[in-house]
């Protein structure tokens, strides 16, 4: 079994900061990519960022200069560190990571449990 647990969520004023943190444990033999979702309310889930193994980023336009993922292949840990938040960066935000298996190989993607990130004054 595979878990991921996230941190860092909370309420922030606009143009603060906050970080969210999302470690996975347990059979664990490799984790490829890793990313951050958001998803508000009565809007689509979308991909805020992504990092791969090797440290190639990609970013969601609306969100490119502000925010920056990165990941501790170490502590199985994907960070995303979000600067100059706006009201419209208001979601729930989920982290993904695609991961290997020990013993079976099978790959599959797994999900946090959500952290809700609310910007507002």
């Known amino acids: 079994q595979v878990q991921l647990v996230e941190s860092g969520g909370g309420l922030v004023q606009p143009g603060g900061s906050l970080r969210l943190s999302c470690a996975a444990s347990?059979?664990?033999?490799?984790?490829?990519?890793m990313g951050w979702y958001r998803q508000a309310p009565g809007k689509q889930r979308e991909l805020v960022a992504g990092i791969l193994s090797g440290g190639s980023t990609n970013y969601v336009d609306s969100v490119k200069g502000r925010f920056t993922i990165s990941r501790d292949n170490a502590k199985n840990t994907v960070y995303l560190q979000m600067n100059s938040l706006k009201p419209e960066d208001t979601a729930v935000y989920y982290c993904n990571m695609r991961i290997v298996t020990s013993g079976t190989f099978y790959v599959d993607d797994y999900w946090g449990q959500g952290t809700q990130v609310t910007v507002s004054s």
């Open positions: 347990g059979s664990i033999f490799s984790i490829s990519a």
